[in-house]
């Protein structure tokens, strides 16, 4: 296993790393660049099908379930379809909805967490069209569907899913277009376009990973902190959760991501100089509201991490430090604010001197309810 890791000292470092190729795996077969198509063949979707659809229903658990919420933004703002994101292990003891035309779509890496499955099954029972996205091929969540989209991106060790949350990202978003396409609601201009920027998302990612000596520097700041706050909105508030939730499972410090609109209702209490504030701020249409929560936050005594675009001098003023990443269209980026949090949670659990591949309690994949 030794071998495997290659130059990195843990798995999660070795997959935060791949996240080059794992993007470029991802998008391989799926995008004609020069035609501006999307192309999901395992899917099975036909334009007949994509008009019918009236809801979709995203179940799944832990960091997928966050891709979903980046899903739902996709999806709703591309295609104009309502998405409902649903924790599994709820979804099937609460009755759901589900018509004719409605898809239950689950998202996977393991294919085998067992309230996923279970989530499937329930819409199964009450004829849902039912799609996954999923990483272990031929594993359940891929076989019991009506279609899939496979992630691509090879086996992922470390408990602390990361290329695999960057992918469904990207396959998400490749279903928002294919869908759009196929109902006929997307002007092609708009749908090349979408397709284009897809292009630069492995080298951006790269860029990304070319920040870890400030991130490591800002990891070693933030070792001893007992709690600490994730503050996102809009289509980087799923990634306020990620966030926080790769900083618990591997450093077992307290983390709380947070929609940040809503830290005047509550969290607001906790901040002091000892509660680091992580602030997504990168270029994207809530900037402004996260920047003034960024105010806010300093000035109430708090300690603001930001993740900010490369350049933005106004961000750089108002926060402590920052997480740079490249600019982008605002739609694709949360598949690069989350890659410094990864980072950033890694190196203060390794700083900790932590199991980070196999933090206590915690399996890769839940096959149990
Ligand atoms: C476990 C893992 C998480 C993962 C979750 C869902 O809790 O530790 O990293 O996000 O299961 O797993 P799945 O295989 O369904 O994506």
């Given at each position: ?5 290659g130059?990195?000292?843990?798995f ?8 080059v ?49 980046v ?45 996923t ?64 396409d ?153 598949v ?6 990864q980072?950033?949670?890694?190196h203060i ?21």
């Amino acid at each position: 296993i030794a071998a495997e890791k290659g130059e990195y000292r843990h798995f999660m470092q070795k997959e935060i790393h791949e996240q080059v190729r794992s993007l470029t795996d991802t998008l391989a077969g799926r995008v004609d660049f020069d035609k501006g198509l999307i192309q999901l063949p395992q899917l099975k979707l036909t334009a007949e099908t994509a008009r019918k659809i009236n809801k979709i229903i995203i179940t799944a658990c832990g960091t997928a379930q966050h891709a979903g919420l980046v899903g739902k933004i996709y999806i709703e703002k591309i295609a104009r379809i309502p998405v409902e994101v649903d924790i599994a292990s709820e979804f099937r003891y609460r009755d759901p909805i589900i018509q004719p035309g409605t898809v239950v779509l689950s998202i996977s890496q393991s294919g085998e967490t067992a309230d996923t499955l279970a989530a499937m099954e329930e819409g199964r029972q009450k004829g849902a069209i039912l799609w996954s996205i999923v990483n272990a091929i031929g594993s359940q969540a891929m076989r019991v569907a009506d279609g899939y989209i496979s992630m691509q991106v090879g086996p992922e060790i470390g408990v602390a899913s990361t290329k695999a949350f960057t992918a469904p990202l990207v396959d998400l978003y490749m279903l928002a277009v294919l869908l759009a396409d196929l109902r006929g609601t997307l002007p092609v201009e708009q749908r090349k376009k979408l397709v284009n920027d897809l292009r630069m998302i492995p080298d951006l990612a790269g860029k990304c990973l070319e920040h870890e000596p400030e991130v490591m520097s800002i990891a070693r700041d933030m070792k001893d902190a007992r709690d600490a706050l994730y503050l996102g909105r809009g289509i980087n508030m799923p990634i306020a959760y990620e966030g926080a939730l790769k900083l618990k499972e591997i450093s077992y410090i307290h983390a709380e991501g947070y929609p940040a609109g809503e830290m005047k209702h509550g969290p607001i209490a906790l901040i002091d100089k000892d509660m680091p504030v992580i602030a997504l701020a990168p270029n994207d249409p809530w900037y402004e509201k996260m920047a003034s929560q960024i105010e806010q936050a300093k000035a109430r005594g708090g300690k603001v991490i930001a993740v900010a675009t490369e350049g933005d001098k106004n961000v750089e003023h108002l926060a402590d430090s920052c997480l740079w990443v490249p600019s982008i269209p605002w739609m694709l980026s949360p598949v690069l604010t989350v890659i410094p949090l990864q980072m950033l949670a890694y190196h203060i659990a390794s700083i900790r001197g932590l199991d980070v591949d196999q933090p206590r309690n915690l399996a890769k994949s839940v096959t149990v309810e």
